[in-house]
């Protein structure tokens, strides 16, 4: 019967790994905590129950622009009683869905929101199926410091009754699992945790000297094997910068992705790499979430990312039709520039830092202000590093506490979120530098071992390119163009 | 590149140095306030209003940058620059070869291109897959209200998709008329519908080997010669009229809504100073406000902020310089003066 709703709803004639058990259980009304590779169709573990169980489905999500992929590919899929709320919507738009919660099926919010009191009495009085947490791991990872209302979660569900808690993640070492269970008061919870190994994605790393040498050695690799790829770099600079070097030396279909350009570029950009009409995709870590792609042959780095996590999460966007695929990570010794000066940016530096703080004294500026985060950037301090100050200052309002002890504290606390940055950084960097088979060496970070090894699993276990080479040469070129008028009738016509 | 840098000549030519570079950026970026509309009025530039809606401010600081290492552009004080010779020399040369597309001047309905062609992009993306029997896709813009709107497009038409589709694209392909092959090109190709992808104005660039200032430009001259041909005869075109909703846009002086709020209260008899008290704003932008209102209002009455003698005063000095800086208007009227009534003439005289 599952199977039924499976190829009804979602157009699949299996499941896969994990998603049968996990479904099962949340049928019969157990918390469920699991770990399932990216790319293994995380969400019908909690779509598909809504077909099922009576009531709405409660699905907490980090990130705005997740949220509102998740929403649009419900509804391309004909599903239209799904909404998304979070706090970038206007009074008007928030007050019609709090309107319209009896008719939803699927509401996708962000934990922020989730502390609003009127949508919390709203919610009392309806049916609840499911409570989800997807990207659980970010519990552990932001709740902490920067996203405390992460941690409410678990007496807010209380509230809403007695519906089983889904958590989700794709990347969890033990010491995350554990948290997330705590924090989510599932202590009893069935656990469901899939190796997060990718067997079918061959890792590879390659050391240059200098930059230029890096991208021959793009251009190279890009030039010789299987596409469709993603190019992933550290900055937007680099991206539209790679994006032209490529174009020039190639005559492939690239086009670049980051966080600058409009919303609808991005979507444009977007569409075309999903429906086969680019060969490559040069982008920042801001191209992926939610990208439902199953035939990305390559994944490279250009540039390495801050965190193993991100490492993992973004090569699993490869090859998630099960087949062959690579991921390249080049590294040249200037790389270490970009992820310090990433984590730098982070965060407001002692000068900024000191000049904010005497504002805030002899202006006497309330710490829960809204014009404090105008203030920190007049003073020097990145937008991010102003959203991290605003969230720690909001913590100290109403305390009645010494500024200059707040201004230590915080002090601290940058310290703190700093050194555990470098850890994670120096975890990643230390991969890179490993002498050991690659799989193992990430596996363990995550407490687990390479059950079965299958050629061709990494450089240093040795691999034959061959396999990756391209038959013979794929001429790819833009077609051939159609006049205008013939765009419009193919756009508008049915003939 | 080369025209890049034509724009760049041909823009701070038109300024002389009397705006800065960031005046001329929020031109180009089509911002909504009174300095400037008033600026894109008075320097005729506002064929350039709203161009590169999505420039950069590095992109454009950068791009003045490098004219500057070529010497084409000196810098006469903070942010101000004029033309070298040298810089005068190659906009002479660079304009034998390039131009500014004719349908950027068409600046009636400036104010709704933008909402226009999202609308249109919405209308036609849900009709391409209506007609082709997809009722699910993924929306080119997350725009609420547009997408909204588009939702109340059909309960409004009420009359069967085949048709609408085929009356618009009929209609669509006559108003183009006036443009060019490629600025017809550049604006359906980056349409979206079933089972075709829209372009971004960048690959465009690329696909027609042109540079991207030069395709931004030859999509808004073609969005704006569209919207003429709609305006001039709206019966013939049901449909585009509908999605241009002219007739709305019409009705309301294009005031930034802090102006308009402004107005009401000097109706109301209210002075400057209390109206700045009550708006918690400063009597600085309580006059821009003004200068906004009579430049957009010829029959706004300025009588209250000016005497007649000072207005013809200062009108005299004004037409007797070349300039149409403030700071020597100012000194050549005199302290009695104000920069402010400097600005309410040149509001009211439209220079």
Known sequence: ?495 | MSYHVFVVLHLIKKFQGDRSIYGIYHLLRGKKSSQTIQDSVLFSAQAFFNSLENLSRENWSHLIRSCCSKHLLQEIKKDHFTLTDKGSDTYLMLSKSYSIPAGLELTDWIDIETPFWKKLKMIIQSLSHMVHHKRYYYPVTRQDDIQQWTKNFYRYLKVNRYQISKQLQKEIKTALSTCSDLESGILVYQLSGFQVNGMTIEQLAMLTHSSLFETSFLFKSSVRQLLNQIASKPNKYPILAKIADLDRSASAVSLTQSARKTLKLINRGLTLDQIASIRRLTQNTIEDHVIEIAFQDPSFPIDSFIDENSYQHIQRIIGSLTTKRLSVIKDACGQDISYFMIRLVLAKERI
């Open chain 1, 1 to 495: 019967m599952l199977e039924t709703i499976l190829k009804e709803k979602f157009g699949y004639s299996s499941f896969r790994q994990g998603q049968k058990e996990i479904i099962d259980s949340i049928i019969h009304r157990r918390d469920v905590f699991a770990v399932l590779p990216t790319g293994s169709g995380k969400s019908i573990c909690y779509l598909l129950p809504g077909y099922v169980m009576e009531g709405l489905v409660i699905i907490v999500t980090p990130l705005l622009s997740l949220m509102e992929d998740q929403c649009e590919q419900l509804r391309a899929h004909g599903e239209k009683r799904v909404k998304a709320l979070n706090s970038f919507l206007t009074y008007q738009e928030k007050e019609r869905i709090l309107g319209q919660l009896r008719d939803l099926k699927y509401l996708f919010i962000s934990p922020e929101m989730l502390q609003n009191k009127k949508l919390l009495n709203q919610l009392t009085k309806i049916k609840i199926a499911l409570f989800v947490v997807d990207e659980a791991h970010c519990i552990s990872e932001w709740g902490h410091e920067f996203r405390t209302d992460y941690l409410k979660l678990a007496s807010i569900r209380h509230t809403l009754g007695t519906a089983p808690c889904l958590a989700l993640t794709a990347t969890a070492n033990d010491h995350v699992k554990r948290d997330i269970i705590k924090q989510l008061d599932m202590e009893q919870c069935d656990q469901y945790i899939y190796p997060i190994d990718r067997k079918n994605i061959s890792i590879v790393v390659k050391k240059c000297e200098t930059i230029d040498e890096k991208i021959e050695e793009a251009i190279s690799i890009i030039k010789t094997v299987h596409l469709p790829g993603i190019l992933y770099c550290g900055s937007r600079d680099w991206t539209e910068q790679l994006t032209s070097i490529i174009q020039i030396r190639t005559n492939y279909r690239v086009a670049y992705y980051h966080g600058g350009m409009t919303t609808e570029d991005r979507i444009l950009i977007q569409r075309q790499f999903i429906d086969g009409e680019l060969d490559l995709i040069v982008c920042t870590n801001a191209f992926g979430m939610g990208i439902n792609k199953s035939n990305v042959r390559l994944v490279m780095h250009f540039h390495y990312p801050k965190h193993i996590n991100s490492y993992v999460q973004e090569i699993g966007r490869a090859g998630r039709d099960g087949k062959q695929s690579l991921a390249v990570l080049l590294y040249c010794p200037l790389d270490d520039q970009i992820p310090k000066h990433l984590i730098d940016q982070s965060y407001p530096d002692d000068d900024v830092l000191a000049r904010i703080f005497s504002r805030i004294k002899y202006e006497n500026v309330k710490l829960h202000s809204d014009q404090l985060l105008v203030i920190m950037q007049e003073e020097g301090a990145s937008e991010t590093a102003a959203q991290f100050l605003h969230y720690q200052l909001r913590q100290f309002a109403n305390k009645d506490l010494d500024i200059e002890k707040v201004q230590k504290m915080i002090k601290s606390t940058i310290q703190e979120r700093k050194q555990h940055k470098w850890r994670e950084l120096n975890e990643m960097k230390r991969w890179i530098e490993t002498k050991r088979c690659r799989r193992e060496a990430y596996l363990e970070l995550y407490n687990e071992q390479v059950i079965e090894k299958r050629e061709p699993c990494c450089d240093h276990c040795g691999l034959n390119w061959d396999i990756f080479r391209k038959g013979k040469r794929e001429k790819r070129s833009f077609d051939k163009m159609d006049t205008w008028e013939e765009r419009l009738q193919k756009l508008l016509n049915n003939n």
